[in-house]
Every structure is written in C-alpha cells, then in structure tokens.
C-alpha cells in the first residue's frame, strides 16, 4: 500500500521537555478511541512519510511501528494537533481491530473502566448500542427485551424488522417528523438486533458505506 501524502508543521508540535507529545488514537469509521501512546518528532515524521503509526516508547527508548509484532498495524486516514499544538489526535484503520496488547479492541476496555461504569469506549451512539446488544445475546439477562428477542429467534427478529420499517414508512407518510425520529430509532434498534443476530459487526457495514463515498 502507497502512503497518502500527509502534512504537518513538525516544528510547530509543542513537545514537552523530553521531545514527547501525547497521540491519541481513534478508529475512522467508528471513532473508538483505540489507544494513547507518545511520539517524537521521529516518530511523527515516520508517521507522516510511511502513512502508518509509530511512536516512541518511554521504557525502551526505541522507536516501535504499531503492529510490528503483532501484524495489528494502524494506516493513518488524517492526523491533527489541539488548539495549544501539544496533543495529536490520529484517526486510523485498525488492521485486525486489535489495538491493545491484552487483545482488546482499545485500550480503554470497559474492564478499565473507573468505578462500576460498564459503558464501552467512547464511540457513536449506533456503535455503542450495537456492542450493548451483542453482549446481551453473548450473556443474557431475565426482563431484557433484547434477550427475548434473540430467545424467540431468527423469525421473531426479522418480523420486527419488517414492523419497523412499515413503521417509518407510514409516519414518513405522515410528514411528522417527531415520529419518523422515534421510528427510524425503533428501525435501527431492530436492525442493530438482527445484524447482531447473523454475527455481522456493525463495523462491516460502516466499511461498506466507506467504500461507497464519493
Ligand atoms: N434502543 C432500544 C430499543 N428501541 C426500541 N426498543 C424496543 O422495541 C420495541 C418496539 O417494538 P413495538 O413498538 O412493536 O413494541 P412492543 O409491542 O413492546 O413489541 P413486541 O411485543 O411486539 O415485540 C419496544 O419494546 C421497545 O422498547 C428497544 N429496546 C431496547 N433498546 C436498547 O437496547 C439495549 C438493551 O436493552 P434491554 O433490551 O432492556 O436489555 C439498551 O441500551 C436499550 O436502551
């Protein structure tokens, strides 16, 4: 793969007293934020010549291109820096969409999550749902709606889909645009069960729509 050509001020990062600034690391299509880690000035320019992630370890004192080892390589999509230039925020394609080395999708797993927070990473709202649906078929619960869909079964979940989407339809119909909102969420929900369902991620589907952007 040719790396797209990027640009950055390097100059202008406003490094810390060790040569370091913190990168942030967000998925492209999602916006998961898949990881942390620190860069150099090398490891920035590395970064922006090859078109992939490389950051500075502070304990080896050694440059590591992400997925090295792992084959879990990050191709950089855009890379900026915040208002006072001293933090980076990549968004990147995950290959293998596994960024943490404990073989969690992000680093900020929802079993580092502070206090009895369960929430996932920070992500868009269908993605979050979509992974609060697919822990409710992987590990169900008594009073879950979710689960007494997945219970009943393929034909259960795709008749509601159909219901659904009538639904959005004949409130379309209608021109009321508070109902076409509470149905096209009833839609996607039930969309969201039945991708669920046939173990389709929803980050196959944001590839898809990727692939058709003009
Ligand atoms: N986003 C939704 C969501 N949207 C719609 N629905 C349910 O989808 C159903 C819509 O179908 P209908 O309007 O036909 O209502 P119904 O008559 O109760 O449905 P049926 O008995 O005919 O199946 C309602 O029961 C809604 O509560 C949802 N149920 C759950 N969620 C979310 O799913 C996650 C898991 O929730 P549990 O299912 O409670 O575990 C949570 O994040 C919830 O917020």
Redesign the pocket.
């Known amino acids: 793969m040719s790396a797209p050509a990027f640009s950055l001020p390097l100059d202008q990062i406003a490094y810390d007293e060790r040569g370091l600034v913190p990168a942030i690391v967000q998925d492209y299509l999602d916006g998961t934020v898949l990881m942390m880690a620190w860069m150099n000035r090398e490891s920035l320019q590395k970064t922006l010549e090859t078109g992939r992630t490389w950051f500075w370890s502070r304990s080896r004192q050694e440059l590591w291109p992400k997925g090295e080892t792992s084959g879990h390589v990050q191709w950089l999509k855009s890379i900026r820096y915040d208002c006072d230039s001293d933090a980076l925020l990549l968004s990147v394609q995950q290959v293998g969409r596994i960024a943490c080395h404990t073989g969690e999708r992000s680093c900020f797993h929802r079993h580092g999550a502070l206090g009895e927070q369960i929430e996932p990473p920070p992500a868009d709202t269908l993605s979050?749902?979509y992974d609060?649906?697919c822990?409710?078929r992987d590990r169900p619960?008594p009073?879950?709606?979710?689960?007494?869909?997945f219970a009943a079964g393929d034909n259960?979940i795709l008749?509601?889909l159909g219901?659904?989407t009538v639904?959005v339809v004949m409130a379309c119909k209608e021109d009321d645009p508070e109902a076409i909102a509470a149905e096209a969420?009833?839609l996607?929900?039930?969309l969201?069960?039945a991708l669920a369902h046939h173990k389709v991620p929803l980050h196959q589907v944001y590839e898809q729509l990727q692939l058709r952007r003009r």
Do not use: G, M, P
Request: aromatic fraction near 12%; include cysteine.
């Open positions: 979050q749902l609060v649906i822990q409710r619960q009073d879950s709606y979710t689960c007494s869909l259960k008749k509601k219901e659904e639904e969420a009833d996607f929900y039930h969201l069960v």
